[in-house]
């Protein structure tokens, strides 16, 4: 059972114009979204987050967005640049019993264009 | 420089076998993790722990097994009950604290020879 889904699998996007990713999730528990960046063969490194009780953030040229009635957060990136090219993660975490645990979409690749 | 190393990068595991692959972190991190990545796939967690000696089962950990004997070190053994090892394994760290990001090593390609 998914509880975070990112559905769509890649995305292509002129250089310049904006990046729009989304991310589902199930569980209305969660009270904390991160975006991570990921390159092959490397581990995924800490882009943006969103607490529950926050609806935006932005930081330089990404920002989250969360609309919690619908379970969707998505992250817009603008202007998008050739190096922006990766798969992206989006992660939702809950504090449990044991602690902490971030569950993750299964990622979508995007493809910037010169 | 603080960070997560993750040794060896790359690793091949024969038939019947275990193999560990290593994580330290010298952020003085309480919290670390243990994530599989397979091709095209998100991030699966198997297990991971709060403190040391005390580790939870994640949402995959048959055929793994881990230990927190010290604060730097979260081992994961990858045992021969693991059927399809072969995957792209990332350990991670964090405050303990709520609402904290998680740091990534660099991680370790398993193969299956």
């Known amino acids: 059972d998914q509880q975070v889904k990112q559905n769509s699998p890649s995305l292509s996007v002129q250089e310049g114009r904006i990046s729009i990713l989304n991310c589902d999730y199930t569980?209305?528990?969660?009270?904390?979204f991160l975006w991570y960046k990921k390159y092959p063969a490397e581990g995924p490194t800490f882009l943006i987050s969103?607490?529950?009780?926050?609806d935006k953030n932005e930081d330089g040229r990404f920002t989250v967005f969360l609309n919690k009635s619908a379970k969707h957060l998505s992250l817009h990136i603008v202007p998008s640049q050739p190096g922006d090219s990766a798969v992206y993660f989006c992660?939702?975490?809950?504090?449990?019993?044991?602690?902490?645990?971030?569950?993750f979409g299964g990622g979508t690749r995007v493809l910037v264009k010169p | 420089d603080g960070g997560i190393t993750q040794s060896p990068k790359y690793l091949f595991r024969k038939e019947g076998q275990n193999v560990t692959l290593s994580c330290e972190q010298n952020?003085?991190?309480?919290?670390m993790y243990w994530y599989r990545q397979d091709p095209g796939q998100g991030l699966r967690l198997i297990y991971y722990?709060?403190?040391?000696?005390?580790?939870q089962k994640g949402d995959i950990a048959e055929g793994y097994s881990v230990s927190r004997e010290k604060k730097e070190s979260f081992p994961l053994t990858v045992t021969s009950a693991q059927k399809n090892p072969t995957a792209f394994y990332l350990c991670?760290?964090?405050?303990?604290?709520?609402?904290?990001?998680?740091?990534f090593g660099s991680g370790t390609q398993l193969s299956v020879l």
């Open positions: 991670a760290s964090k405050r303990a604290a709520t609402n904290e990001k998680l740091f």
């Open positions: 952020l003085n991190h309480d919290a």
């Open positions: 992660a939702a975490s809950v504090f449990e019993a044991a602690g902490n645990k971030l569950t």
């Open positions: 569980n209305s528990m969660f009270d904390y």
């Open positions: 722990s709060q403190i040391v000696n005390d580790f």
């Open positions: 969103i607490s529950s009780i926050k």
